[in-house]
């Protein structure tokens, strides 16, 4: 295997690099104090092709794999997790499940406005009182003729507010039936569509989170996507790349944190030298940095598999369990090494450690993951 980065690979990195320092880094607390999710931002960055990252350039997309993908959520996700949270969300989930799952008519009415981020998409699974037990959910879409009502809400729902587009999983048939639920696209606009509470979060403040509330909201049977009772079934194809997303989203924090720690290890003297010199702090970066490394190979397994169209359930649940409790662990330490310090926010590695934790919850909990994997192994 090659484990170095190819020249286009390169070059993405350096790009989102520079785009990165200018256009976030300035902004990066401004917008977490303020919850702000700058639209203006993802409409630059979607110029630059990073909001259609895996869409084929025949409809406006840059038409590369998962590895450049996880480079450029991992290179957003070292300045800034929540900039870097809304374009894995954008990609992989709204646009990727059209772009896996439409037709071509479909694919053509909204992959290129996705791809550019002349819209931005949302996606919506869970709900109030169902989280994980997608089985249960009680939204509903009842067939009317040629339309389909809807009714219901969806929660924890990444650009719920600001997006233009959604694709969401209701309830066609019976509660608890894999074969019951049924994939549907709907606009902004749409009468009876609207969102609700936003949601005041502990990290990840820049990416904006809230409801989704279907009031008889009437669509259209060409806005379904696939056939009826796929839904949940979609869904799970599509959560095994929203893994890799996740899995890239905590990378970047992750070195983003130890980075940060690093740097500040050599240049915060104590005793007559730098506290990097004391094996205390010397052995917590070695830590930090092995599992990181660890991350990584993961991830770019479970890319490869993804890229070559082979099963990655299990690699995707594995890299995505093992990278987010590693970012969570790094930042951490990186708030350890910091001292008093660590807990400010003159320091990015307090936000960092705010941030981490969405990792091991979102795209289904550790522990879910562990469901994932070990059902997986077992039958294997």
Known sequence: MNFEYNETQAMIAQSIRDFAEQNIRPNIMEWDEAQTFPVDLFKKLGEMGFMGVLVPEELGGSGLGYHEYITIVEEISKVDPSIGLSVAAHNSLCTNHILTFGNEEQKKRWIPKLATAEWIGAWGLTEHNTGSDAGGMNTTAVKDGDEWVINGAKNFITHAKSGNVAVVIVRTGEKGDSRGMTAFVIEHGTPGFSSGRKENKLGMRASETAELIFDNCRIPDANRLG?????????????????????????????????????YSKERHQFGKAISEFQGISFKLADMATEIEASELLLHKAAFLKNNHKPVTTLGAMAKMYASEVCVKVANEAVQIHGGYGYTKDFPVEKFYRDSKLCTIGEGTTEIQKLVISRNILKG
Do not use: H, P, W
């Open 227 to 263: 056939e009826v009772g796929e839904g949940f079934i979609q869904a799970m194809k599509i959560l095994d790349g929203g893994r890799i997303s996740i899995g890239a989203l905590s990378l970047g924090i992750a070195k983003g944190a130890y980075e940060a720690a690093l740097k």
